[in-house]
């Protein structure tokens, strides 16, 4: 399966008001690639995630995902067959215990099979193993606080386990490192270059670049909703578009 | 008096929980404010009423049909009508108020507001605990109330459906992106909660006379009980019938029972003055404000 398209966008466009926030988008993804999405903000990053995954209606154009067109797909149909994503701004259940956020997606059809067990069953160990996996030490009690009482940077780990809890064959994490510290960068890193080592398709926004070009092998650049270069990062830092929508000096010392 | 406060009190409490459930269930699982149950509560009673009286079913026929067609119609509610302002609180809250008052003026309007309209009791008869007699209708109030809050409780901890909803009710987006279908976790909501008013109506119209101010009682107390037990805790639900359900019948017993309503108004208006988020919800309010 790798090297196919898995998901292809075509002339996706959006405005909102007067505001052409996403504005004629076509690219395409290949089955197992990692895509670093960039741009300075308001360019129209979280919209372009927004009207793939099915929260946002486009205006016009269309998404197709394995060959079949899922635009205007509910996001619930979407996360459905295989599309997962966190938000920029954390959304977890505040009012639950961590792991719990992570037994509801467990319960969802896509991952029902690989489950055994009664009520809870195998739920609880799948639970915790992912909050390890992101970062929350099994031994704290952590995984059993109230979600609403962790500091950001655990609410960000969270938002990005409870993506993986769905087994989606694409995920799309809209900036999950800011608000995260140097530290928990560092150990989020070797998250993603699991992902991608497993074959799972990528779609990163970020803003540290130095942390995304470890993980990504292409970049594309929003600008006013336009896609204005996409490429290698050390070909997309060298256009001189880019320079100057965005990157500004970081971009040299980055390349 | 002790004896008969502490047994009467119990029954009290168990009555709140069980028409406080549903309202509860529906806020909890779908976020939704749903007011109009003090109608489906009367809607409830008069059908079941109807379907005994007119159309000879056996009783227990008759209050299953009731709960289920009460189901059906709160999930058409929000299908039809909530489905439309959902996401904004206030509309929510004015569309099911309105809808509530409507029904419940309606049978006021078809002449349903006589005396003449009463349920049978599933049993008659009685036994004595701590000397106070209780009729078997009341035992069986306690045992239902008890039965269906641990229903519930078992429903939104160990079950798929109910996980979803409790989800849902926590972040809609979140939910959605998680592959749960948003409208048909509310449209449940609506009908669990629908349901549960009606089996409330069902075996608490038996008590006493199917009135249409009765549909008012439960929308106060109602509401009453999930102010006082805040919006998301089942803890604080009960803890607030067990409170408001010994001081309605001590403040009965030792004042007078006409006193009764005042202690349901006064518990919401003291609540929202002094402890907004409930005897148990974290106050979080204040913080926010200043």
Same mark, same amino acid.
């Given at each position: ?255 | ?43 409830? $009673?008069?059908? =079941?009423?109807? !379907?005994?009286?007119? &159309?000879? *079913? ?5 209050? %299953?049909? @009731? /709960? ?31 809808? $509530?008052?409507? =029904?419940?003026? !309606?049978?006021?309007? &078809?002449? *349903? ?5 009463? %349920?049978? @009791? /599933? ?41 979803? &909803? ?125």
């Amino acid at each position: 399966m790798q090297n196919e398209v898995i998901l292809k966008v075509q002339d996706l466009s959006r405005r909102f008001g007067g505001v052409r926030a996403v504005d004629g988008i076509s690219f395409e993804v290949k089955s197992g690639e990692a895509l670093g999405i960039i741009g300075p903000n308001g360019s129209g990053k979280s919209t372009l995630i927004n009207l793939i995954t099915g929260f946002v209606k486009p205006d016009k154009g269309a998404v197709f995902y394995k060959g079949n067109n899922i635009t205007g797909l509910k996001p619930h149909k979407i996360a459905s067959i295989g599309i997962a994503r966190s938000f920029q701004t954390v959304k977890p259940f505040y009012n639950l215990p961590v792991y719990k956020n992570l037994i509801i997606p467990l319960y969802s059809n896509r991952v029902k099979k690989q489950l055994k067990g009664g009520c809870m069953g195998d739920r609880d160990e799948a639970a915790m193993h992912l909050l390890e996996e992101v970062g929350f030490e099994r031994e704290s009690n952590l995984p059993y606080k109230i979600t609403g009482t962790l500091p950001h940077g655990y609410l960000k780990k969270l938002e990005l386990a409870r993506c993986l809890c769905l087994d989606p064959e694409i995920v799309i994490v809209d900036e999950l490192f800011s608000g995260m510290s140097m530290s928990e960068i560092a150990s989020a890193m070797p998250i993603m270059e699991k992902i991608v080592a497993e074959g799972k398709t990528l779609i990163m926004i970020e803003h540290r670049l130095r942390e995304l070009f470890r993980v990504v092998q292409g970049v594309m650049v929003l600008n006013f909703g336009k896609i204005i270069a996409r490429g290698t990062p050390e070909e997309v830092v060298k256009v001189e578009e880019v320079k100057e929508a965005y990157l500004g000096k970081e971009g040299e010392t980055v390349a | 008096m002790f004896e008969s406060i502490l047994v009467y009190g119990l029954v009290a409490s168990a009555i709140l929980l069980l028409i406080s459930l549903g309202f509860s269930i529906t806020f909890g699982l779908s976020g939704i404010a749903n007011l109009s149950y003090g109608g489906i509560y009367l809607s409830a $009673g008069y059908l =079941t009423w109807y !379907l005994i009286n007119v &159309l000879q *079913f056996p009783l227990f026929a008759a209050a %299953l049909t @009731s /709960v289920t067609l009460m189901a059906i119609l709160g999930a058409l509610i929000y299908r039809i009508l909530i489905i439309r302002v959902r996401g904004n609180i206030m509309n929510e809250v004015v569309v099911t108020f309105a809808l $509530g008052l409507a =029904t419940m003026e !309606l049978f006021r309007f &078809l002449g *349903f507001g006589g005396y003449g309209f009463s %349920l049978p @009791s /599933v049993a008659s008869g009685g036994i004595r605990i701590l000397g106070q007699a209780i009729g078997f209708q009341r035992l069986l109030i306690i045992g239902v109330a008890i039965l269906v809050a641990l229903l519930l409780w078992y429903f939104t901890r160990r079950t798929k459906t109910g996980l979803a &909803l409790l989800g849902m009710a926590q972040d809609e987006y979140t939910a959605l992106s998680l592959g749960i279908d948003s409208d048909w976790s509310a449209t449940y909501s609506c009908a669990i909660g629908a349901a549960i008013t009606a089996l409330a109506a069902v075996l608490i119209f038996p008590l006493g006379v199917i009135a249409i101010d009765e549909g008012y009682k439960v929308l106060i107390r109602m509401m009453a009980v999930t102010v006082l037990g805040g919006l998301e805790s089942t803890k604080g639900l009960v803890l607030a019938c067990i409170i408001l359900g010994y001081f309605q019948v001590t403040v009965s017993n030792l004042a007078s029972p006409r006193w009764t309503e005042a202690v349901f108004l006064g518990a919401i208006l003291f609540v929202l003055a002094f402890r907004p988020s409930g005897l148990i919800g974290q106050s979080k309010e204040l913080e926010e404000r200043v």
